[in-house]
């Protein structure tokens, strides 16, 4: 299957500060990837959809001034959770759908611990 | 997309045959049945997914019942390694993302 890549995979940060997660395609192009959060216990939450070279398209409740997505180039989208506080310590996972728009890969996720 | 319903668990004795089934019966006809398994603290991984055909692959068999109301997916012989939280999920091919209900957790016993 193809290969999504997430870095970091751990982060602990101040809160106030603001944390970047890359998500990246490795062997495929896709025009298309998602940003998930997960709080313990929880299934995943879709926060935002990405287009390449266009805006994001958030969720309901997600603030989209707060949780900034880049989607730049075809392999690459970055999530940026800006003023972090401890309520934002989650896992954030991302994934990416295949060329043929028939099935979404998954990240390993990035562990967020705001202190 | 359709909603699923699923089991919250099961167990299953390593080595046995772990039969996780998924209740669809909203689906409508251009929608796929899509299977993912979360193994703890990591992100989903994709199984496997069908139409109406049954399926195969290298990690499992998907069973889709001619009415396409529910399915099956079938791990032939569980490992202590298959336990996780297996998602089956319903939507439209290219079009909607993955929304990931609860679930069901599978513990493979020894």
């Known amino acids: 299957g193809a290969v999504v890549s997430q870095h970091p995979s751990r982060v602990i940060c101040k809160s106030g500060t603001s944390v970047k997660i890359e998500c990246r395609s490795l062997?495929?192009?896709?025009?298309?990837m998602f940003w998930y959060r997960q709080f313990p216990k929880q299934s995943l939450m879709l926060m935002a959809t990405s287009n390449e070279g266009s805006k994001a398209t958030y969720e309901q409740g997600v603030e989209k001034d707060k949780f900034l997505i880049n989607h730049a180039s075809l392999t690459l989208s970055t999530l940026t959770v800006t003023s972090a506080h401890p309520e934002d310590s989650s896992f954030y996972i991302c994934s990416a759908r295949d060329e043929k728009g028939e099935t979404q890969y998954f990240g390993p996720g990035t562990r967020l611990l705001v202190l | 997309d359709a909603k699923t319903t699923q089991p919250p668990s099961m167990d299953c004795a390593e080595g046995r045959a772990a039969n996780l089934p998924c209740n669809h019966s909203t689906i409508s006809g251009n929608e796929y049945v899509y299977w993912y398994r979360q193994i703890h603290s990591q992100g989903p991984q994709y199984i496997i997914h069908g139409l109406k055909n049954n399926e195969t692959n290298e990690m499992a068999s998907l069973i889709i019942t001619e009415d396409r109301k529910s399915s099956t997916l079938i791990l032939p012989h569980a490992t202590l390694r298959d336990t996780a939280v297996y998602y089956c999920?319903?939507?439209?091919?290219?079009?909607?993302?993955?929304?990931f209900g609860k679930g069901t957790r599978l513990s493979v016993i020894a």
């Open positions: 062997d495929f192009q896709a025009t298309t």
């Open positions: 999920i319903v939507r439209t091919k290219g079009h909607t993302p993955l929304v």
